[in-house]
């Protein structure tokens, strides 16, 4: 079972040029990438096309209440 993780990527808008960056919880980095745009979409008032997703910047494991950055996480 893969353990859930926080995944950062780094992402465009197409149509503004603006960068920024966002994170989501997924099992893997496949999914985390899969689902990532559509939220993003959401967040800017976008369409889904109109994100260019970018590279992943961190993956963070969750410890107590705080999440940490987990070199090893690669998956």
């Known amino acids: 079972m893969n353990e859930t993780?926080?995944?950062t990527f780094a992402y465009t808008v197409k149509s503004t040029g603006e960068r920024s960056e966002m994170s989501v919880m997924a099992g893997s980095k496949e999914v985390a990438a899969e689902i990532i745009?559509?939220?993003i979409a959401d967040?800017?008032?976008?369409?889904?096309d109109d994100i260019e997703l970018g590279e992943l910047i961190n993956i963070s494991k969750k410890v107590g209440d705080n999440y940490i950055a987990c070199e090893g996480c690669a998956s």
């Open 43 to 48: 967040i800017e008032f976008t369409e889904e």
């Open 37 to 39: 745009s559509s939220r």
């Open 5 to 7: 993780l926080r995944y």
